[in-house]
Structure formats: C-alpha cells, structure tokens
C-alpha cells in the first residue's frame, strides 16, 4: 500500500483497490486514560469542541511528525482499515525534511504494523500522480501546497534537480484569516470557520471580488456572540504575507534552475497540487509572478498517493531486477 501522511490529510491506497482511505489526519486522545477516543473524519468533528479530558491531536507540523506516538496511533488505525496484515508500505515524505524527520516516518510505520517501508519524494508522486512522464530527460516543475508546508521542485529523469521547500501552508492561511478577524472586527473565530471562510471567499489574486462571507465568532470586549460580515478583497489582504513566502519559494526555486531544465518549463508549465493549490486565484497569482503558464493537477488533493500507488506497482517490478539503479533513484532504501 502507499501512504500520504500528510499535515492535515492521510490517504490510503491500495493495490488493486485504489484509494481506500481519505481521513483529516487528527487524533482525540482521551487523557485520562491516555487512549485512543476516535481518529480522522470522527476525531476532527471534535477539534474545539472537546470537554477537558478529551484532546483532539494533529500528530504532524509542517510536514513531520511532532508527536511520535499519536502518529504510530493515527497510522494504525488506517493500516487496521485495509484489513492488510503487515503490509509492504511507501510513505510520501516532503523532500524538504531531515533524515531524522525521515527516519521517524519509516520507524513510525514499521511500529504501526508495516513489513517493510520505503520513502518516495512527495513532490515526485505528485508528478507521477498527475501522469507526467517524470522519467525523460525533460524539466518539469511541481508545486505542492499542503497544510502546513509548500514544497516546489524540479524533476529530470526521474529524480529532483533542484527543491525548495517553506514552512508554510493552507494552516497559515487560516491564522492569518483568524489573526485579521480579531485585530480588525474584535472577535475571535475558531481554525475550521476560518477555513471555511478561506473556501468561500478566500483568493490570492482578484477574481471574485464581490463575495462576502458571514462569520460568528466571540466578541472580545463582552465575550458574547457576534457576526460580523467580511469581504473577499479583505480576506486577500489578510492572505497576502503567507501566500507571498509560498510564492517567493516558487520564483527562488526558478532562479536556481539550470537553463535547459527552466526552458522546458517555460514550456510545459508548471504543475499545481495539494490542497492549498485549490485557493481561488492561485494559478492566476503564480501565473503573474512567475510569467510561466500554470496547470492544476486534475486531482490535487489525492495526486500524491496516486503517484505512490503507481510507483509501487513500478517498484515490484524494479526489484525484480534486484538492486537497480533505476529502483534507488526513486526509493529510500530500508
Ligand atoms: P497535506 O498534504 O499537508 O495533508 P493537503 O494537500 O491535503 O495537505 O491540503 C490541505 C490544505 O488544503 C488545507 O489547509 C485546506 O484548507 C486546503 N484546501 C483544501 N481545499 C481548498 C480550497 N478549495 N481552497 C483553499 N484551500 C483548500
Ligand atoms: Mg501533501
């Protein structure tokens, strides 16, 4: 099977039966006897909402895991699902990250009921996810906007020439949203509203200007509920400082590329994933930044371990040919 352990979403694929887990990647822990309550869709209903023995857990922060044990909890849980024992697992991880940041993904899964694991490059299972032919000498450039980071790289036959990657995603946009609300309405509202808000008008360049949204949050000064009506262009401002590092992060990544790999992307353009990529305008905005054409991914949210799905199927064939150059260069051997 592969795994997308992503910050805010985990996916599930199997061979042969496509996707068969798509979960918020959150755990309610019951503290008070310190197991699991629920995981997922059923764990995420409960952020904000829990009584105090209750916590509601995101085990990942920016692309790593930032609680070991919740995360072997999290990823137990979704191996169990699969009804697979002991399965033979890739993990995505985000090219940005350490070896120990690695290492704790393998050692997560392998504790969390894995046979055997190996780690692929997010960015190259989002290419290979969206059918690029990632194995000719050709440059393509791939963006991947998830919760709490931006990974941007080029790939050339097969593995990636040049990267960059921010600390920075979809949750920082919702800070932000939420950081605006309070300084300029005087109430708070909880992440999932801001997130909300952030679906429904959020954008990164001006194209629908004219949606508003309505938001109930906590007056500060009475403590009392209050609505307070917001406007799409002053969402965009509140955006603007989050979504300019994410940006920054594409144009550095640019500068870096070798010419002929940068003249095929100017051709081809450049590849949108990850949820973060769905942001209204978004396109647009890198389309104007970086005066390259932009494509979204048909399937941003799952390209990822659609990508691992395939390279898995490729991988048993690889090994076949023990020890293949071609294996190692995909694959983080364990
Ligand atoms: P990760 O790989 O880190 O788990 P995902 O690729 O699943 O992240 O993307 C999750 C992020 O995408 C969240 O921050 C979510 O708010 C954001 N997102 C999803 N859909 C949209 C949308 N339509 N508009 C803006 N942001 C979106
Ligand atoms: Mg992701």
């Known amino acids: 099977m592969a795994i997308d352990l992503g910050t805010a979403n985990t996916l599930v694929f199997v061979k042969g039966q496509g996707i068969v887990v798509s979960e918020p990647s959150v755990v309610a822990i019951d503290q ?12 995420k209903r409960m952020i904000g ?7 509601a857990i995101r085990p990942l922060r920016h692309g790593v895991i930032a609680d070991f044990e919740v995360t072997e909890q999290m990823l137990r849980h979704f191996i169990r699902k699969t009804r697979l024992a002991h399965p033979r697992v890739v993990m995505c991880a985000p090219s940005g990250i350490t070896d120990v940041e690695k290492r704790a993904i393998v050692e997560a899964s392998l504790s969390a009921g894995a046979r055997r694991v190996n780690l692929i490059e997010e960015t190259i299972a989002a290419a290979i996810g969206a059918g690029l ?3 000719e000498p050709v440059g393509n450039m791939v963006v991947d906007v998830g919760g709490g980071t931006s990974e941007v790289a080029v ?3 097969g593995g990636i020439v040049v990267s960059e990657s921010a600390r920075v995603g979809g949750y920082d946009l919702d800070e932000a949203i939420m950081a605006h609300v309070k300084q300029r309405h005087g109430i708070t509202i909880g992440q999932q509203t801001a997130e909300q808000v952030k679906f429904d008008i959020g954008s990164a360049w001006p194209v629908e200007d004219d949606l508003t949204a309505e938001v109930k949050g906590r007056d500060l000064v009475s403590g009392l509920p209050k609505t307070v009506t917001l406007t799409a262009e002053e969402v965009r401002v509140a ?16 500068e870096r590329t070798p010419p002929e790999l940068a003249a095929d992307v100017a051709r081809r353009g450049i590849l949108l994933a990850g949820g973060g990529s769905l942001l209204k305008g978004f396109d647009e905005r890198v389309r104007v930044e970086t005066k390259m054409s932009t494509y979204l991914a048909e399937s941003p949210l799952t390209c990822v371990v659609m990508g691992s799905g395939r390279s898995l199927e490729e991988f048993d064939v690889m090994s076949a040919q023990a020890g293949s150059s071609h294996a190692r260069r995909h694959f983080g051997r364990r």
């Open 32 to 43: 008070l006897h310190g197991t699991v309550h629920a995981v997922g869709d059923d764990a």
């Open 49 to 55: 909402r829990t009584p105090a023995t209750i916590s």
């Open 133 to 135: 032919a990632i194995e």
């Open 155 to 157: 790939i050339s036959l």
């Open 239 to 254: 955006l603007a400082e989050p979504l300019r590092t994410i940006v920054e992060t594409i144009k550095d990544t640019l």
